[in-house]
Every structure is written in C-alpha cells, then in structure tokens.
C-alpha cells in the first residue's frame, strides 16, 4: 500500500513537469510566459477575438483568455503532437468555451466566419512566417493586426509586409537567455511606401531608437559577417563569390550606418 501511494504521487509529479514547459530555468504555462510570448501577448490585450498560428502548447492563447475576459481565440498547429498538447493544455486551464484548438497548415485553420481581429505567428523563422502569409493571404481580409516574431532572418517578413500594402505600426527587440528576437506589429494600408533597404533588414522602427538590444545584436552580426567576408576574400573570385561579397559589404555598410561607426 505505501508503495502504491507513493507511485501515484511520483506519477503526479511527473505529470505536473509535463504540464509546463522551462524556458531558461522558467516555468512557462498558461499564467507565466517567457519574455518572448510576454511582449507579443502585450500586442494582443485589446482584441476579443484572435489566431494564434503555430501555436505549439496553447499557452499564449490560453494565457491571453484567462487575463482578458471575452476574449476568445484559434490555436492552430500543424503537427499531431504539439496539436494534442494545446488540446489538453485548453482543457486543463478550463477554457474550452474561449480557446478552439484546430489543427492545420498556417492560415488554413481559420474560416470566413470566424471574424479574427488579429493574428500571431512567433517563434518560426522570417521566411516560414512569410510563407505562410503569403499562402494564406486570402484568409487575411478583415484583420485588423498582426504580431510577427520570427526567431531569425526579419527582413523576410518586412518584405512580405511592404509588398502586401502593411504597414508597420511597432516593432521591438528584446534580449532573452542569450537569444535576441524582434517582434512586427503590423496593420493594413492602402498606399503604404516602400520600405527602404535600410528598413527591411535592420527595421523601420528599430532602427531610429537604436536600443541596447539593437546594438547588440547588430555588432554581433557585423563581426560574423566580417568573418564570412574574410572568408570569400579567400577563395576563387567567380561570378558567384564576387555576388556574395558584394551584398554582404552592402549589408555591413548598412548596419555601419545605423550604428553610427
């Protein structure tokens, strides 16, 4: 008997480790996110009716219903595992009336009558979450925001935006366990200009406040690139070669300027 209870409190407390995610030594659930699902919530207060893409464990959509009362929102998630995950993670926190968990590829999980206000896709890199606008464009018609975190390469996700008349009303930039990550807010316009060079790969925003995570992650691009183009210096100059070198100085010209060097 005392080894039968004591399995079942070892099964209980395995069971409560599964239930929440550590990211950098914190716990992450539905009532405490990471920085990162921080600041993009903080982007979605406002609206009542929202679509988390890609949405992995629920926990931002769940999080944001649980603070916001009548809100209500779409997790969509494409793979079978994390789907299960955001299933149970909404049935856990009792939200199963505000929080509808569809599984799916991108945008296809929303529908003409779910009358979205806004949507999130973070945590993926810039040229999926392009992509995945860009293939779901149609479902886009009606929505009032959206909340872009892509974990690298940004710039792909501006010039989707600046192609598609969105413009960008807040960005930011935010340092978390070594990592850096920008975040897109964006909303559509008729009209929008095009975003200069300048723009799309360091931020239209970003790059006029020049943060301390700004300068951070821009030094440390500059050294890396600095490097490759010792590199491509190396080798035999073909047509190829002198491309590369070419862009990349144009790039690193770029962030010399916003950095003021």
């Known amino acids: 008997m005392l080894f039968f209870h004591f399995a079942l409190a070892f099964l209980g407390t395995v069971r409560d480790l599964l239930q929440?995610?550590?990211?950098?030594?914190?716990?992450?659930?539905?009532?405490?996110?990471?920085?990162?699902l921080e600041r993009v919530a903080s982007h979605l207060y406002h609206f009542k009716r929202i679509a988390d893409i890609g949405s992995d464990h629920g926990y931002l959509p769940c999080y944001l219903a649980l603070r916001c009362p009548g809100l209500t929102a779409i997790a969509g998630e494409l793979n079978e595992g994390p789907y299960q995950s955001a299933c149970a993670q909404v049935s856990r926190s009792g939200l199963s009336d505000a929080?509808?968990?569809?599984?799916?590829?991108?945008?296809?999980?929303?529908?003409?009558?779910?009358?979205?206000?806004?949507?999130?896709?973070a945590g993926m890199g810039g040229p999926l979450i392009a992509s995945i606008l860009e293939e779901g464009k149609t479902k886009l018609r009606g929505v009032q925001t959206l909340v872009l975190?892509?974990?690298?390469?940004?710039?792909?996700v501006r010039e989707w935006l600046s192609h598609h008349e969105f413009s960008i009303s807040a960005e930011e930039i935010i340092e978390e366990d070594g990592k850096i990550y920008e975040i897109i807010v964006a909303v559509p316009e008729k009209g929008t200009p095009s975003l200069t060079e300048a723009d799309l790969l360091l931020g239209p925003i970003l790059r006029r406040e020049?943060?301390?995570?700004?300068?951070?992650?821009?030094?440390?691009?500059?050294?890396?690139?600095?490097?490759?183009?010792?590199?491509?210096?190396?080798?035999?100059?073909?047509?190829?070669?002198?491309?590369?070198?070419?862009?990349?100085?144009?790039?690193?010209?770029?962030v010399k300027e916003a950095l003021g060097e």
Not at 149 to 156: D, F, K, M
Not at 218 to 233: A, D, F, G, N, P
């Open 20 to 36: 929440s995610v550590y990211i950098g030594g914190s716990k992450m659930n539905d009532k405490q996110l990471s920085l990162r």
């Open 149 to 156: 975190q892509p974990n690298i390469a940004a710039h792909a």
């Open 99 to 121: 929080v509808e968990v569809r599984k799916g590829n991108g945008l296809e999980v929303l529908r003409s009558d779910d009358k979205v206000e806004a949507i999130a896709i």
């Open 210 to 254: 020049k943060g301390s995570a700004f300068q951070k992650k821009w030094r440390r691009e500059q050294q890396s690139w600095l490097q490759v183009l010792e590199e491509l210096k190396k080798g035999k100059q073909t047509k190829e070669m002198s491309d590369k070198q070419r862009k990349l100085e144009r790039k690193l010209q770029l």
